[in-house]
């Protein structure tokens, strides 16, 4: 990590960051009577609508909808690490799962997500195998300090343990963000799929396009850090098309966005 980092710095690639993606002022601030939990800057000028694609939907897939489920996101997160794949009986990768490191990027106008992620997602492909996405979150922090939220994988079917599925989590509950908020335990969120599109961008590399709505058991949501999140902007994730040896893993690394829409923390949006 040090040598990488002082790499980094000889290349002044963190100058270079700092000279694209100067965080916005924050032009308000949140709310006193939350003062925790919510996004660093504000989300209300962010419309999803208009960065993703018209043609989206024209590749096959399950369909994205016009729009999420509320305006403006409660949260906007950058997302590094890698997507896990093994090798089934047929020879074929399948995803079993994801580590990922969660960083808030609400201080950089929505437009300026998707080039500032590829910029990542480049540091995070060169970088050496001794390099860890928790690393590549950390030199990301020097630039724009204070702004972990927490990390994202999956968990095994919650409701049947033995359908083998797995399910996306995202967990913000140990962030120095939820530090004071008295309902962080509950800063945490399961989701299922309801939109699944090829990636607009060279889709056998990079991963789906998703919209993942709260898994609902029993009446109950599986978390309140929100109802609804996007899965845009990847870089990477997919797994080669190659056969396999039954058996075998394999981990791809994997950069993109996050959008999370209601949720408790929805009134924190300012
Ligand atoms: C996914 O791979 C990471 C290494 O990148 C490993 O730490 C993790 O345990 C794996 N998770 C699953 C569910 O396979
Ligand atoms: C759980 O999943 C297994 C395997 O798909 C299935 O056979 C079983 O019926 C499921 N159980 C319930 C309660 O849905
Ligand atoms: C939590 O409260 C302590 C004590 O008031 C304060 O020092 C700290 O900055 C607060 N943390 C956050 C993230 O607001
Ligand atoms: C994988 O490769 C096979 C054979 O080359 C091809 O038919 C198939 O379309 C490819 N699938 C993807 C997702 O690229």
Redesign the pocket.
């Given at each position: 990590m040090y040598a990488f980092a002082k790499l980094l710095s000889a290349l002044s690639l963190l100058a270079v960051a700092n000279a694209f993606y100067v965080p916005k002022a924050r032009a308000n601030t949140p709310p006193a009577n939350r003062p925790t939990g919510g996004s660093i800057c504000s989300t209300t000028a962010f419309l999803v609508e208009t960065v993703i694609p018209a043609d989206i939907n024209d590749n096959g897939g399950e369909p994205f909808p016009p729009s999420p489920i509320t305006t403006y996101p409660t949260y906007t997160a950058l997302s590094v690490g890698t997507q896990n794949y093994t090798c089934g009986d047929d020879g074929a990768w399948t995803g079993s799962g994801a580590i990922t490191y969660l960083y808030d990027i609400s201080c950089l106008p929505l437009d300026h997500h998707q080039p500032f992620t590829s910029f990542i997602a480049a540091l995070w492909d060169a970088a050496p195998p001794t390099v860890t996405a928790a690393d590549i979150v950390a030199l990301t922090e020097q630039v724009n300090p204070g702004v972990g939220y927490g990390i994202h994988y999956w968990i095994p079917d919650p409701?049947?343990a033995?359908?083998?599925n797995i399910y996306a989590k995202w967990d913000f509950s140990q962030s120095e963000r939820m530090e004071n908020d008295t309902n962080k335990a509950n800063a945490y969120l399961v989701a299922g799929e309801s939109a699944n599109v090829p990636a607009p961008n060279d889709p056998s590399v990079n991963s789906n396009w998703l919209v993942e709505p709260v898994l609902v058991i029993n009446g109950k949501k599986a978390g309140q850090l929100a109802d609804q999140v996007f899965r845009i902007n990847s870089n990477g994730g997919q797994a080669p098309n190659t056969t396999c040896t039954p058996g075998t893993d394999l981990q791809v690394k994997s950069t993109l966005d996050f959008l999370f829409y209601g949720g408790a923390w929805a009134d924190t949006i300012f």
């Amino acid at each position: 990590m040090y040598a990488f980092a002082k790499l980094l710095s000889a290349l002044s690639l963190l100058a270079v960051a700092n000279a694209f993606y100067v965080p916005k002022a924050r032009a308000n601030t949140p709310p006193a009577n939350r003062p925790t939990g919510g996004s660093i800057c504000s989300t209300t000028a962010f419309l999803v609508e208009t960065v993703i694609p018209a043609d989206i939907n024209d590749n096959g897939g399950e369909p994205f909808p016009p729009s999420p489920i509320t305006t403006y996101p409660t949260y906007t997160a950058l997302s590094v690490g890698t997507q896990n794949y093994t090798c089934g009986d047929d020879g074929a990768w399948t995803g079993s799962g994801a580590i990922t490191y969660l960083y808030d990027i609400s201080c950089l106008p929505l437009d300026h997500h998707q080039p500032f992620t590829s910029f990542i997602a480049a540091l995070w492909d060169a970088a050496p195998p001794t390099v860890t996405a928790a690393d590549i979150v950390a030199l990301t922090e020097q630039v724009n300090p204070g702004v972990g939220y927490g990390i994202h994988y999956w968990i095994p079917d919650p409701v049947n343990a033995t359908s083998g599925n797995i399910y996306a989590k995202w967990d913000f509950s140990q962030s120095e963000r939820m530090e004071n908020d008295t309902n962080k335990a509950n800063a945490y969120l399961v989701a299922g799929e309801s939109a699944n599109v090829p990636a607009p961008n060279d889709p056998s590399v990079n991963s789906n396009w998703l919209v993942e709505p709260v898994l609902v058991i029993n009446g109950k949501k599986a978390g309140q850090l929100a109802d609804q999140v996007f899965r845009i902007n990847s870089n990477g994730g997919q797994a080669p098309n190659t056969t396999c040896t039954p058996g075998t893993d394999l981990q791809v690394k994997s950069t993109l966005d996050f959008l999370f829409y209601g949720g408790a923390w929805a009134d924190t949006i300012f």
